[in-house]
């Protein structure tokens, strides 16, 4: 059983460019969490998936959009990019929706960006 | 709204010695409480959880009670190892809710 894994590792872009991370979830499960973790803080909710469908945003702009894909694998796009878009983005993966009790989610290692 | 505040580090101990880091909430209803740990250059590992009122999360040698009259979550061990250095972080999902809500995290460093 593979874990959560994500990539690329690390990324570097200019202010004002897109850039996608790629996240491949758990064997089995169907449930992808996007987390955005500036230094020296906790992570931060951005948004949800959930069989291909959004279920559930944080306090981020639209130019935050994600895709999850039939195999459940999932894609994290930001627009735009900002100098305080940069930070560790972590992948959560877990089996049925992540909420309402205790359903484990499953991290990735995250991708570091960093915004120039 | 749903918050968590946890001690502020970092914390420094040396081997053996016994650990405590404080982790206070805010929510409504009956959240399921975490703590996670994330060890230099990797990401959150699940160390414990507890999902009703008064019950005791633990998982390698670490504990936690779920409190809810102090609406508190705090991380205890008996015997911290050089191992343990890492960053923990409290954390909350409320009743139905879809995300989880993480404290801003304190650095634990164990001395030999």
């Known amino acids: 059983e593979t874990g959560v894994t994500q990539s690329p590792t690390h990324l570097i872009k200019t202010r004002g460019q897109q850039v996608t991370l790629r996240c491949s979830s758990q064997?089995?499960?169907?449930?992808v969490s996007w987390y955005q973790q500036a230094l020296g803080q906790g992570p931060q909710f951005i948004f949800q998936?959930?069989?291909?469908?959004?279920?559930g945003r944080g306090n981020f702009p639209p130019r935050f959009s994600g895709l999850q894909f039939p195999n459940y694998s999932s894609e994290l796009n930001v627009n735009a990019l900002e100098l305080d878009d940069s930070a560790l983005y972590l992948c959560?993966?877990?089996?049925?929706?992540?909420?309402?009790?205790?359903?484990?989610?499953?991290f990735g290692p995250g991708t570091r960006l960093t915004v120039l | 709204g749903n918050s968590v505040t946890q001690m502020e580090g970092p914390v420094t101990l040396s081997e053996e010695a016994f650990l405590t880091i404080n982790c206070t909430y805010t929510?409504?209803?009956?959240?399921?409480l975490f703590w996670y740990v994330q060890y230099p250059g990797e990401g959150l590992q699940l160390l414990l959880k507890?999902?009703?009122?008064?019950d005791k999360g633990s998982n390698k040698g670490f504990e936690a009670t779920y409190r809810k009259e102090t609406t508190s979550f705090h991380l205890e061990k008996g015997s911290v190892q050089v191992s343990d250095s890492a960053v923990y972080f409290c954390?909350?999902?409320?009743?139905?809710?879809?995300?989880?809500?993480f404290g801003a995290g304190t650095r634990l460093f164990v001395k030999a």
């Open positions: 929510a409504t209803g009956y959240p399921s």
């Open positions: 064997s089995g499960h169907n449930t």
């Open positions: 959560a993966s877990s089996l049925g929706l992540a909420g309402g009790g205790g359903n484990e989610q499953f």
């Open positions: 954390a909350l999902r409320g009743t139905g809710g879809f995300k989880t809500i």
């Open positions: 998936y959930y069989r291909e469908e959004e279920n």
């Open positions: 507890a999902t009703k009122a008064d």
